[in-house]
């Protein structure tokens, strides 16, 4: 949509604005409510608040996932063990007596939501759906098919996207939202609400007749946001199953679209092709998927997270005195260089306070302030490499020895169906014991928003070895940077735009392009940590300080929702 500004729009130009109805599989808005697993998620969530705060008109749109994605423990031995991690929806969010049915696989499924309201730090509220089929009238099957976050087989997974899609489209009707512009597909999980709309428009001409100029017709309404540099990473579905669930027509149609790939719906290419507009999650990551999907014009939105969500208690104070207006326009962040470097100091100090406390109370383990403070923490997997730092143990009990002690806080889960992911949780706690006190390392197990609050606040710097290219973004330097820690990173996501040398953290090699070598990235890991950053932490204070004040000035003020929402609006959502 073009936006055209006439008199009656410059007299209420909010008028103008059409709803944004943002699809995501997962939403994360508090730790409370367990309807995501990661960085899709908190980005999701965060994106919405950005909505509220601005006052965009904007509606999420995801599952409702009674039995969350799951609580990890860490057993004795350092093995990850899943539990459901089951949540009360009725203590988080309004029940809706609205049900919508839907076809699937031969059978009729109902479909309730529950609406949560986020209340932005001026006047906007931004309500969330989540979709609901544990209802009597379903079968005992489908009423678990809102249970769990990325788990059962492909076919649970199909039918959850059924739900998500086109349920999804069936529950905006029926809720009334009208002037809906554009639909955006976070991921492509939720791409079969293309095939709900190409329905819809078609009405008493039936999908069978649907041209070229019906499918452009969707297209101008559909907006997608890629965020999966890994082709193994795309949703996939054989056709006989797809056949199979959503029917003979439907399947037709979408093979007539030409968005099935070797004998498989694939979730990308639907969203791709019935989409307007595409981006990618920073400026390498559209760059990436551009020679992954050289047929189709892919943008790049550099991600972002909520400055007042992700800011602790003790920076938000020096803020409010020093920025006042930061939450509601984060740019006055990048002021941040008047705060006085003592202040900077003590709210730092606070939050490794904080941090430690709760290490303690969740461990028993109790931690000193003075030794300097790695944090990683994000899903264990093998491609975010979180045995990088441990490859050498006599180089880092050499490095602790000679220039200064470090301790590493991990946390992080891993897919209950990737095994090497929890072979590297098992391999961090073999190597907590043998390093033992010359190098702590410590697993917290159970990340989630409210810890990841805590490190990403608490450490002295944020490490990040991913493998090149296959980090879309990452985020949660971002959330560092918001109160002053820096990075130390490998070229990658968004650090390949937030990375200044020894200004806003350290980079791990030298070049962005190009794939990782695993021996290269080590030796330049442990010569940073070795000649920079633990001579700068233990030598020169102040210009420790100096340096977390430049992280948020430069990157606070940048990577967050708000600016990423000006982007989407500018760019994706209504062209101006
Ligand atoms: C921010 C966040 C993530 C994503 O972190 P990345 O750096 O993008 O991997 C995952 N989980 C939680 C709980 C988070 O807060």
Redesign the pocket.
């Known amino acids: 949509m073009i936006l055209v500004m006439d008199e009656s729009t410059v007299r209420d130009p909010r008028k103008l604005l059409p709803t944004v109805a943002y699809f995501s599989m997962e939403i994360?808005l508090d730790s409370a409510i367990h309807t995501y697993s990661?960085?899709l998620g908190?980005l999701a969530g965060d994106t919405l608040r950005a909505a509220a705060d601005n006052v965009i008109p904007m509606v999420g749109v995801t599952l409702l996932y009674r039995k969350g994605y799951f609580r990890q423990e860490i057993s004795a031995e350092g093995y990850q063990i899943e539990h459901p991690d089951t949540w009360n929806p009725a203590d988080h969010l309004e029940p809706y007596d609205h049900k919508v049915k839907i076809h699937l696989d031969g059978r009729d499924v109902w479909i309730q939501a529950w609406r949560y309201r986020i209340h932005g730090v001026t006047h906007g509220i931004t309500p969330v759906y989540f979709l609901d089929t544990d209802l009597p009238e379903n079968s005992d099957y489908d009423r678990t098919l809102t249970d769990s976050l990325y788990g059962g087989d492909n076919y649970y997974r199909l039918c959850q996207e059924v739900v998500l899609g086109m349920g999804g489209i069936a529950m905006l009707r029926s809720l009334g939202i009208h002037r809906i512009h554009p639909y955006h597909m976070n991921e492509g999980h939720s791409a079969l609400l293309t095939l709900a709309l190409l329905e819809e428009h078609m009405g008493e001409r039936g999908l069978a007749a649907a041209t070229d100029k019906d499918r452009h017709a969707i297209r101008q309404e559909c907006v997608f946001t890629t965020h999966t540099p890994v082709p193994a990473g795309h949703d996939q579905f054989d056709m006989e199953m797809t056949r199979r669930v959503l029917g003979a027509e439907r399947c037709a149609a979408l093979e007539a679209s030409g968005c099935c790939v070797q004998g498989n719906l694939n979730m990308t290419s639907l969203a791709l092709t019935f989409s307007h507009y595409v981006n990618g999650v920073a400026m390498r990551h559209g760059e990436i998927s551009r020679g992954m999907f050289p047929h189709y014009p892919i943008d790049s939105i550099t991600n972002g997270?909520h400055a007042a969500m992700w800011t602790a208690p003790p920076f938000a104070e020096v803020y409010n005195k020093h920025l006042p207006g930061w939450k509601r326009d984060n740019l006055y962040l990048r002021h941040a260089l008047s705060i006085p470097l003592a202040e900077v100091r003590e709210a730092h100090r606070r939050g490794k306070e904080n941090l430690l406390q709760e290490v303690q109370r969740r461990s028993g383990v109790a931690l000193d302030p003075k030794v300097f403070t790695i944090g990683f923490?994000?899903?264990m997997t093998g491609y975010?490499r979180p045995d990088l730092l441990l490859s050498n143990p006599d180089r880092l009990r050499q490095i602790a020895a000679q220039v200064g002690p470090f301790q590493v806080l991990y946390a992080?889960k891993a897919h209950p169906r990737d095994e090497s992911g929890k072979a590297l949780i098992h391999f961090i706690h073999q190597m907590s014991r043998s390093l033992d006190h010359q190098v702590r390392l410590l697993f917290i197990p159970d990340?989630?928003?409210s810890?990841?609050k805590l490190l990403v606040s608490g450490v002295d710097l944020w490490l990040?070895t991913p493998q090149k290219p296959q980090e879309a973004?990452?985020?949660?330097?971002m959330?560092a940077a918001l109160n002053g820690v820096p990075s130390l990173s490998v070229l990658d996501g968004w650090w390949i735009e937030g990375h200044l040398e020894g200004v806003t953290g350290w980079s791990i090699g030298e070049e962005w392009d190009g794939e990782s070598s695993p021996a290269q990235d080590i030796e330049a890991l442990y010569r940073k940590l070795e000649t920079q950053i633990l001579p700068l932490y233990y030598q020169r204070p102040e210009e420790y300080d100096r340096l977390m004040r430049a992280a948020i000035a430069h990157n606070g003020s940048f990577f967050n929702t708000q600016r990423m929402m000006l982007q989407y609006l500018k760019n994706a959502y209504y062209m101006f």
């Open positions: 994360g990661g960085g908190i997270v923490a994000r899903r975010k992080g990340y989630n928003i810890l990841a990040n973004s990452g985020t949660s330097g959330k």
